[in-house]
């Protein structure tokens, strides 16, 4: 359990990183990380991290995709996470 934790924590820090670079990106007018990049980073479990990435750098806030997409993905992945307790799935990640 304590494996998952590290790595649901480790991927938020990588999405969060992701938006500070592309934000710094967008300013200078560099190559980007793609917006698709960006969501399958979220949806494999950086949902939190990129949450917080777009509020603090004010970074794709106005994107219809992100400002709905990251807040659909965190509830989905909460409902998951719930569902998985509630029928004691649980232990199959405990392996």
Do not use: C
């Not at 969501?39 to 794709?60: C, R």
């Amino acid at each position: 359990m304590k494996i998952l934790l590290y790595a649901y924590l480790i991927i938020n820090i990588i999405a969060f990183i992701l938006m500070y670079v592309d934000k710094r990106r967008a300013i200078k007018r560099k190559w980007r990380i793609s917006e698709a990049t960006l969501m399958y980073v979220a949806i494999f479990g950086g949902s939190l991290g990129s949450l917080f990435g777009m509020h603090i750098f004010h970074h794709k806030t106005k994107h219809l995709k992100f400002k709905l997409g990251i807040p659909v993905i965190i509830l989905l992945q909460l409902a998951l996470v719930i569902y998985l307790f509630k029928n004691n799935l649980s232990s199959f990640f405990l392996l």
